[in-house]
């Protein structure tokens, strides 16, 4: 009987440790859904007995160790600015250890190691859109979705989420793909015209031309000084799209009073694409300025850093480009040259809205078939590099636009930024500027859809210099589009 009582005690006491555990795992949790940090003792000096797992702040184990691949594409902003976020990132958390691929041909390096299939030779993260765009990717299930990221309290500011102090429109631009964003960028990157404010002081230019008439009036005094207007490189037409691209015809589309139904068009490949008004348009203002001859004569035989070169020479006023310009010319820029920046305004009046190319870039994406601890290693890397210390290493390091709300709107942190960074964050201020990045939601493989964008690369340069009239060749293009959005239907 006594032997009885004292089970029955034992087997409550148990239940009531079980009941007291189970508790403290339900009410514990916190952060990214993960376990809270254990207060329990790291081990026991019973022999056999297994030590408690410690645990970081966001909930993940310090004992378990983990290599994350990294496929870094090194292009107009470098590397140093990642390498020296890895370096805090793996001395705060030691068990992590990254391991870097890095090329400015990573696009290539993805396209192998996709076609390979093999997910244990995948990168776990990578920095950069493969060919052929992540639409085909996200909808095959290949690619981790990202919108968990947003949600995610910073690790600078734990009682703020990443999305509360990210710039404005810096969410909205995020690509959704079936609903999803499979993609998270740490650093943003505006399109438009970069130019040397010293040329443009020095002549009296126009530096902020408010309509497309003054836009013109001002390429008219360049030409008349004896400069080239504007240049990009001839060999990558698409770098028009910096300054002359969708976003032109974004704003022509709001001035029109339907501009949702026109960025939901292009989304989803909604015809007509190539001989919309507003396309059209964007393409004879383009082969206008040509036949005025305010392109430079060389672009054919231009590649990119050939074209900004063009402006550090004074060989040309403005290029077509993005706000990397200025890390990515350094080595050949003299140390008092100061970037200037304006966009091109399709507009009529200022009460018009005036739209700039936004602007991400260092696109982060993970692969799906990753280990789950990979993946969530890999988000909080991503997490890491929007801290305040590393947007403001990025920004004066690499002149990389920082996605963090607070640094912009901080004097003493802007005035350390690059001067291409603050002539852009100054100019969208000064005109109210609207950016947005424009994205597909749907994928095309017929070999149509890339026929037609080969005639339309194959053309740029020849509407820029006023040699064809675009009209002949959208529709061609648009025809190409047409069948591989039948073909894409049959599928």
Known sequence: MFDGKIKRLMSTGVAAVLSLTMLAACSGNSGN????????????????????????????????????????????????????????????????KIDITASADMKTILSTKISAANDNDMFDLFNTTPAGGIVSLAEAGKLEPMDDIWEYPLPDVPDKKVKDLMMPGMYESTQLINGKRYEFTTASSFGGLFFNKKLFEEHGWNQNPNTWDEFKALLADIKADGIAPITFPGIHPSY??????TAKNFELADINGHVDEFIENFSTYGLPQYTNPETVETWNRIYEL????????????????????????????????????????????PADFDWGYMAVPFRDNTNQKLWIRSGTSNFNYIWAAKPDLNKKWAKELITWMVTLENQQFAAE?????????????????????????????KYIADNKAHTYKASRSISISDPNLAQAEKLMNENIV???????????????????????VEAEKKK
Request: net charge negative.
């Open 462 to 484: 020849k509407f820029a210099l006023g040699q064809q009239e675009p009209l002949p060749i959208l529709e061609q293009a648009e025809e190409l589009l047409k069948k591989a």
């Open 290 to 333: 040509g036949q005025q001859g305010y392109f430079a004569e060389g672009l054919p035989a231009l590649n990119h850093t050939q074209s900004q070169m063009q402006v550090i020479q004074g060989q040309a006023a403005m290029v077509s480009t993005g706000t990397h310009v200025e890390n990515e010319m350094k080595e050949a820029t």
């Open 240 to 245: 028009h799209n910096w300054a002359f691209g």
């Open 397 to 425: 390091k690499a002149g990389a636009l920082p996605m963090r709300k607070d640094l912009t709107e901080d004097p003493a942190r802007t005035a350390k930024l690059s001067s291409s960074a603050k002539s852009v964050l």
């Open 33 to 96: 859904n993960q376990p809270s940090p254990s207060t329990s003792p790291t081990g026991s000096d019973k022999p056999g007995a297994s030590a408690e797992v410690e645990v970081y702040e966001n909930g993940l184990s310090k004992n378990e160790k983990v290599t994350l691949k990294v496929g870094f594409f090194v292009g107009g902003y470098g590397r140093e600015w990642f390498d020296h976020a890895v370096q805090s990132f793996t001395a705060k958390y030691p068990n992590v």
